[in-house]
């Protein structure tokens, strides 16, 4: 049996097997404590200097810029819980686009509790936080914000620079953008953002072909943070915790991979997408995030009638792994949060599908799908028509 | 903490490690430094009857820099007069072994002992005088 | 014979060649997000996630519903013991305690609480490491919320006596959490017969992967945590984000291995330190810190009087060893461990952590016990203080130069 055909890029992404290579030694012989100071302690440093470097290169950022976590959502909770924090009991306003990752989302409004204000910025129809809706947020002034760069349902990309540059003109506020779904599909320049008003970005390996457990928070060093986690004292005091050598050796493998793939997979994705999309919208698919600029590998759609679990269960005994919505709240069966933001009818966003492309994905896997697609919706369609 | 070469050779290749009898005529004895702050270093000259450090010995309580400074003052001091030796700064020491910042107490402890040394001589000649 | 010989097991492990071998397919062909729930690659993660859960529970004799993944211990640390003091705070109380020689992710964690207006009592050890339960009765209060004690010390290898506390707390209804980072697979743990609410585990200290870890959370009587990681509402909500599939199965297995290997590991590791000891034991001025019985079997944690701990290290630099704790390491404070015992900063300065494991051996201790010798009586030679000592001149008498 052939394994089946992979298209949730976007809930994470195949281990390259370059990126496995360079993190090998580091689980066999290399396996010392990067805080020791010996031998092994040393290799282990030097590896994490290296790994650091190449991640900060991928970002457009500075080595000294890159706190290294667990998980992008450690790095979205130790933004918005950390920066909060440095408020002490102050609090104040958070500002964040309704359709964050659930991450962010609740970490936001953990910050409820503690004298924080929510505010949540609307979304339009076409999956963008609006101009309109940062500017009516400034007169609250926020002292915190928070909007991905790309979504990573509808992979709408964001005007975040726009943003930063307002909410910097209208007197500042920490800013933080989520680039997890980014990387590796588009040239990313902290220093300019940064310049514009960005603090803060969230990087994170698995979905750059790179390990599980390793992501990175890049942060301007202005930028005032309690560690969410006490301890050791590395990661300059921001992160405590024995470094997870061989996965930030991966996770700074991948980030060199993914810049030498810049030249030509962004290209290619979305010739592959285009490909997909003009095959959906004869099977009747409502495509959302269309009439936004969005990343060059993910469809996100739904059919009028047709129940999604069903169809994804469907398609994955034909062999075609999707997703509905985003991995992390697949364990919620509430439809996604970032089309009914988008104002989509509840009805139809129960049936979306997520299909997110990547490195191995070709024209005869789309191919393949949009068939499998078509016959499973008649089939599915006949079965309601009996049902009825 | 990388230490330089110079460390390196002296810590490992120590010179004039030892001590001469501190009763000895011409012997000055210099100790400074103290254990709770890490380092304890004893420099003792052996000054001959023209003012001219003959020998030098050393021992040294503390880090590889610590050694190092201390071994590197042995062979500074053997054929200065007293009074050159104390033109020796702990600026000079530094240099020499490329020592980090956080080490420059090292070389200052060093300058301190030969200060030290040169003061224990001077009062015993004096006391002899 | 590979120089440096690695004798920091308590840094650190190799991960078991056997557990990387496990490891490797999730790094590769399964490659799915264990919260993916709608196709097979999401699926065979989350059971290979579920498999190592019950090799983590079956080791410590916990119910697999009972484990939650962490990123690691310093986590598993600072989830259980904020989690607790902001759940329970308002009801149990705002008064904690726990002991002067706890590693730095517990000690940190309660200054962070201290700082929000927690109350903590951290408990002086006796002068071979292990608390007097008395001392921690002495200081319970009717709003105490929560005990931490570690079970094995990183620094020292004592063994402190958790069963009795977990009773007294028990008796008082207060919280009873356990850092048990250095003890899997050096010590028997049986949660389903000890008072213990919470306790934290690591998988690189037992030959698993780095960056992950995990929190018992005893379910019966039922603890409950307020969560320091929010997102997906993954393990349960206790602690949100992708489950790093590959190191969760590493550690499953370097459990399940633990479980299989402890007995006969520990009696082969126990000659071992022991040759060590006895190899050293004659020299002069020699100490070892921390309590010999109440003691895991790899850890030997010695004081080598008048020559001075940096330089010690440099000359031991054929040997992977540890002077204080890792995490502490690159500042130059002496080892708050040892100064709880009791011993000078200059003698805590000049103590040196052996911590021997799965892959040491004879050969290697013997070489360590020559050099040893030869370089702790190159420096003696060296020493000012040691000269002293010999001509009978008690230092602490000595009037010190102020520097």
Not at chain 1, 163 to 189: E, I, Y
Not at chain 1, 344 to 366: D, M
Not at chain 2, 111 to 122: F, G
């Amino acid at each position: 049996m052939s394994l089946p055909v992979y298209l949730d890029y976007n809930a994470t992404t195949p281990l390259d097997t370059r990126v496995l290579e360079a993190m090998t030694p580091y689980l066999k012989t290399r396996y010392g404590n990067a805080s020791s100071r010996h031998e092994y302690g040393r290799v282990a440093r030097q590896a994490m200097d290296t790994a650091r470097q190449q991640v900060a290169a991928a970002a457009g950022a500075q080595p000294t810029e890159i706190i290294f976590v667990s998980g992008g959502s450690e790095a979205n909770n130790l933004f918005l819980k950390g920066a909060a924090a440095a408020f002490g009991l102050a609090g104040g306003v958070v500002a964040f686009s309704a359709i964050e990752h659930p991450c962010a989302l609740n970490a936001a409004r953990q910050l409820a509790r503690q004298n924080w204000k929510l505010l949540e910025l609307p979304i339009d129809a076409a999956g963008r936080v609006t101009r309109a809706g940062v500017d009516a947020a400034l007169t609250q002034k926020p002292r915190l914000w928070s909007v991905m760069l790309a979504n990573n349902e509808t992979g709408v990309i964001q005007e975040v620079a726009e943003f930063a540059a307002r909410a910097q003109t209208a007197g500042g506020g920490w800013f933080h953008s989520d680039a997890a779904q980014v990387l590796g599909k588009q040239p990313l320049d902290f220093r300019a953002l940064n310049r514009t008003g960005v603090h803060a970005l969230t990087l994170s390996a698995h979905k750059i072909y790179g390990p599980k457990g390793a992501a990175a928070l890049v942060v301007d060093k202005r930028l005032d943070l309690i560690p969410l986690i006490a301890g050791g004292g590395q990661e300059s005091g921001l992160r405590s915790g024995t470094e997870n050598v061989a996965a930030i050796v991966g996770f700074g493998a991948a980030c060199e991979l993914a810049v030498s793939r810049l030249n030509n997979l962004p290209a290619r994705l979305r010739h592959l997408q285009a490909r997909l999309e003009a095959g959906l919208a004869p099977l009747g698919a409502t495509l959302f995030g269309i009439d936004a600029p969005r990343l060059p590998n993910t469809s996100y759609f739904a059919f009028a009638d047709i129940d999604g679990e069903t169809l994804l269960a469907w398609l994955d005994r034909a062999g075609f792994a999707v997703a509905s919505g985003a991995a992390c709240s697949s364990v919620n069966p509430n439809p996604s949060h970032v089309l009914l933001a988008m104002g989509v009818p509840e009805a139809l966003a129960r049936g979306a599908l997520r299909v997110s492309l990547g490195v191995e994905t070709n024209e005869a896997q789309i191919d393949a799908f949009l068939l499998a697609l078509k016959t499973a919706l008649t089939d599915l369609k006949n079965l309601t028509a009996l049902r009825r | 903490m990388s230490y330089s070469v110079k460390v390196i050779d002296h810590y490992e290749n120590p010179r004039n490690v030892g001590g001469f009898d501190a009763d000895e005529a011409g012997v000055g004895t210099g100790m400074v430094g103290a254990p709770a702050c890490g380092d304890v270093m004893k420099l003792q000259i052996k000054v001959g009857e023209n003012g001219v450090i003959e020998d030098a010995r050393f021992k040294t309580y503390g880090c590889g820099s610590a050694i190092a400074s201390s071994s590197l003052v042995t062979e500074w001091v053997k054929g200065k007069t007293v009074d050159e030796a104390l033109n020796i700064k702990n600026a000079q020491i530094a240099e020499e072994l490329a020592l980090p910042p956080v080490k420059i107490h090292c070389s200052i402890l060093a300058e301190d002992a030969i200060k030290a040394a040169v003061a224990d001589y001077r009062k015993k000649q004096g006391g002899e005088a | 014979m590979h120089l440096p010989i690695y004798l920091d097991y308590s840094a650190t492990t190799p991960v078991d060649p056997r557990v990387a071998k496990k490891m490797i397919p999730y790094l590769s062909g399964h490659f799915g997000n264990p919260a993916s729930r709608s196709h097979s690659f999401g699926w065979t993660a989350e059971a290979a996630v579920e498999e190592a859960r019950a090799e983590v529970a079956a080791l410590v004799k916990a119910d697999p519903k009972e484990i939650i993944w962490t990123s690691g211990a310093t986590e598993s640390d600072n989830l259980a013991i904020k989690g607790v003091a902001h759940f329970y705070g308002e009801t149990k109380g705002r008064h904690l305690i726990s002991v002067k020689t706890e590693h730095k992710a517990v000690l940190d964690t309660l200054r962070e609480l201290e700082r929000q207006g927690f109350r903590v009592t951290y408990l002086d050890v006796r002068e071979n490491g292990l608390i007097d339960p008395e001392t921690l009765k002495a200081a319970l209060c009717d709003d105490t919320a929560l005990v931490s004690v570690m079970l094995v010390n990183n620094e020292i290898g004592v063994i402190q006596p958790i069963a009795g506390i977990g009773d007294l707390c028990h008796e008082r209804g207060i919280i009873f959490h356990v850092d048990a980072a250095q003890a899997t697979g050096k010590v028997d743990i049986d949660l389903s017969a000890l008072n213990v609410d919470l306790m934290s585990f690591s998988a690189h200290k037992t030959y698993g992967p780095k960056g992950i870890g995990a929190l018992y959370v005893r379910k019966k009587p039922r603890v409950r945590l307020e969560a320091q990681m929010h997102g997906g509402g993954h393990e349960r909500g206790f602690r949100s984000g992708t489950l790093a599939t590959h190191q969760i199965v590493g550690m499953g297995e370097a459990f399940r291995l633990a479980r299989e290997e402890m007995a006969t590991e520990n009696t082969r590791v126990r000659q071992l330190r022991d040759r060590l000891l006895q190899g050293i034991a004659r020299m002069e001025a020699v100490q070892v810190n921390g309590d010999m019985t109440a003691r895991v079997a790899h850890n030997l944690n010695v004081s080598f009087a008048y020559v001075e701990g940096e330089s010690l290290m440099m000359a031991l630099k054929d040997l992977a060893v540890s002077s204080g704790s890792a995490c502490t390491s690159a500042s130059l404070e002496p080892s708050y461990v040892l100064r709880a015992l009791g011993r000078p900063d200059e003698l805590a300065h000049s103590s040196i952590r052996f911590t021997l494991g799965r892959f040491t051996t004879e050969e290697e201790i013997d070489y360590a016990i020559g050099l040893l010798w030869q370089k702790v009586g190159k420096l003696r030679d060296m020493s000012p203080l040691w000269e002293m000592a010999q001509a009978g001149i008690d230092l602490d008498t000595v009037q010190w130069a102020a520097h």
